[in-house]
T-cell receptor, first 116, second 112 residues
Framework: GAVVSQHPSWVICKSGTSVKIECRSL??????MFWYRQFPKQSLMLMAT?????????EQGVEKDKFLINHASLTLSTLTVTSAHPEDSSFYIC????????????FGPGTRLTVT | TQLLEQSPQFLSIQEGENLTVYCNSS?????LQWYRQEPGEGPVLLVT?????EVKKLKRLTFQFGDARKDSSLHITAAQPGDTGLYLC????????????FGTGTRLKVLA
């Protein structure tokens, strides 16, 4: 089956610094990728839809200047958390849809971010 | 705004018992998917239901899509400890931007 990887799997950073998370589709091309955020023992909240070659589409309430998304190629999307604060600590998961319709989502293993 | 409400939120049962998880919405979806997630991992797809009234079975799991395509249920027969996990429904929207809206989640624990 299709594989999506994320890097890093966990990261600890200091408040005020920026952190970049990579999401790669290893054996298929993904023109679209999704970024989710998950708080402990809660469900996934869609943050944004990453589109290859164009701007990301952000969900209501998500600060696009804080969560920078770049989809530079058909296999790579990155999420950069800028000027991180402790409240940004969370589990970030990316996914890429496969085919055919309705698309199954192939999820990455997630990245746990802790901001101290 | 969470558009998909799941119930119950938490469920702790003994091995061998049956259970049903509900996923309800006021919105219509093109299709609905059920996922299971283990701690520290990404969700894994269990099933996709597309047609109103559709019923799908996956071993001891039975999934149903409501006639109006606004709700769904997951029934587990003779639950086993290996069924423990977070169950998530996800409505698929294809009008406008294609995206998935996840339900609030049901955390299941099956005791041996």
């Amino acid at each position: 089956g299709a594989v999506v990887s994320q890097h890093p799997s966990w990261v600890i950073c200091k408040s005020g610094t920026s952190v970049k998370i990579e999401c790669r589709s290893l054996d298929f091309q993904a023109t679209t990728m999704f970024w989710y955020r998950q708080f402990p023992k809660q469900s996934l909240m869609l943050m944004a839809t990453s589109n290859e070659g164009s701007k990301a589409t952000y969900e209501q309430g998500v600060e696009k200047d804080k969560f920078l998304i770049n989809h530079a190629s058909l296999t790579l999307s990155t999420l950069t958390v800028t000027s991180a604060h402790p409240e940004d600590s969370s589990f970030y998961i990316c996914s890429a849809p496969g085919d055919p319709l309705p698309y199954e989502q192939y999820f990455g293993p997630g990245t746990r971010l802790t901001v101290t | 705004t969470q558009l998909l409400e799941q119930s119950p939120q938490f469920l702790s049962i003994q091995e061998g018992e049956n259970l049903t998880v509900y996923c309800n919405s006021s919105s219509v979806f093109s299709s609905l998917q059920w996922y299971r997630q283990e701690p520290g991992e990404g969700p894994v797809l269990l099933v996709t239901v597309v047609t109103g009234g559709e019923v799908k079975k996956l071993k001891r799991l039975t999934f149903q899509f409501g006639d109006a395509r606004k709700d769904s249920s997951l029934h587990i027969t003779a639950a086993q400890p290996g069924d423990t996990g977070l169950y998530l429904c996800a409505g698929v929207r294809t009008s406008g931007t294609y995206k998935y809206i996840f339900g609030t989640g049901t955390r299941l624990k099956v005791l041996a």
